[in-house]
């Protein structure tokens, strides 16, 4: 079973430029999460969605982030623009969804490294 | 609030010494427990989980960790360490939403 994608692995930008990045879960997982994880610290969630329905965004900057599961399947997360302390690695996982708990595992992807200038 | 604390940020054991990585968690319900472990530019890959049961679960890699609900924690340990185990762990607990709430991780380093 393939693991969940996401790309690109790095990115460089300068400040007040934007930036994308795309996650594509494990085939039939209906819960997506988008997490940041600033170096020496442990992840933390950005949005989770729901199929195409955001469920929690409630940490997210909604400033200058936005993410969109369009079609259920795939996501991107954008920053726009990007400021110094957006520098982190952006993991995205997923997990079946559902009641049984074996819904509550989560499979992460190998994340993107954003370094902001 | 919902929290997780790994008291120690960085340990260091022998290659075949046995390991223990404290976790402390704060949750007013039945906790759902995880342990992470992320090796360096690699996402995250779980080691074992607790739901519910047996306190003592068994993971991966020869991981085991033991819920203690009078003390709150939730500790990872490994009888004996092998070099490829230096990496970063993270306990987390899970909310009612499906929230994952990290502690800040523990690096583990191994000496030869």
């Known amino acids: 079973e393939a693991g969940v994608a996401q790309s690109p692995r790095y990115k460089i930008i300068e400040k007040r430029q934007s930036v994308a990045f795309w996650c594509n879960p494990i085939?039939?997982?209906?819960?997506l999460y988008w997490y940041q994880q600033i170096l020496g610290q442990g992840p933390k969630l950005l949005i989770q969605?729901?199929?195409?329905?955001?469920?929690?965004d409630s940490q997210l900057p909604k400033d200058r982030f936005s993410a969109e599961r369009l079609k259920g399947v795939d996501s991107t997360l954008k920053i726009q623009p990007a400021k110094l302390e957006d520098s982190a690695v952006y993991l995205c996982a997923s997990s079946i969804g559902g009641l049984a708990a074996s819904s509550y595992e989560q499979y992460f992807g190998p994340g993107t490294r954003l370094t902001v200038t | 609030a919902q929290s997780v604390t790994q008291p120690d940020i960085h340990i260091t054991v022998s290659e075949g010494a046995s390991l223990e990585l404290r976790c402390n968690y704060s949750?007013?319900?039945?906790?759902?427990l995880f342990w992470y472990v992320q090796s360096p530019g690699q996402g995250l890959q779980l080691l074992l989980k607790?739901?519910?049961?047996?306190?003592l679960v068994q993971g991966i890699k020869g991981f085991e960790a033991e819920f203690k609900r009078s003390q709150s924690s939730f500790n990872l340990r490994k009888p004996s360490v092998h070099w490829s185990d230096a990496a970063e762990y993270f306990c987390a607990v899970r909310n009612q939403g499906g929230k994952l709430i990290f502690g800040q991780g523990t690096e583990l380093s191994v000496k030869p």
């Open positions: 949750y007013g319900a039945t906790p759902y």
């Open positions: 607790y739901f519910s049961g047996d306190t």
């Open positions: 969605f729901q199929n195409n329905g955001v469920v929690d």
């Open positions: 085939s039939g997982h209906a819960t």
